[in-house]
């Protein structure tokens, strides 16, 4: 059997150190962790840590992504989500496969919420959507 490689990608070793959380991602409300992957894959895939910055207020919004896989593996804490129509509590320890084009909010998180991000490809498009359902208000924080 003859395997393929491919020479585009790199070997990549990024130690907790090696970068930090900075905001101007996706959401205002978190901050993001660059963990070397889409350097190292050539913009194939992106790995990022989403940490929780302020309280919820509104949530994502109603919005898909235009993407060809994404995984959320909660690492700390918890976060509220509807997928489509159904209410989900993905707590530290969850593993959430998000299917390429799933509508979906996240409204309502805790102050320790930290989650494993991994999408391709790793320059995904986000567009807002018409919500299918009602969604709970957060809780405030104490």
Known sequence: MTVMLDTKMKFSHVKPGDTEFKSGGLRDFFSYR?????????????????RAERAPEEGTGWHRHVLDF???????????????????????????????????????????????EIAAPADFATVEMPGPAPVPPPKPWK
């Open 34 to 50: 660059d963990l070397g992957i889409v350097d190292a894959t050539g913009g194939k895939v992106i790995a990022q840590l989403v």
């Open 70 to 116: 994404h995984i959320v593996v909660m690492l700390k804490g918890w976060a509220r989500f509807m997928y489509e129509d159904e209410e989900h509590l993905v707590e530290a320890g969850d593993v959430v496969h998000q299917r390429p084009g799933i509508v979906h909010f996240l409204f309502d998180y805790s102050p320790d919420m930290e989650y494993l």
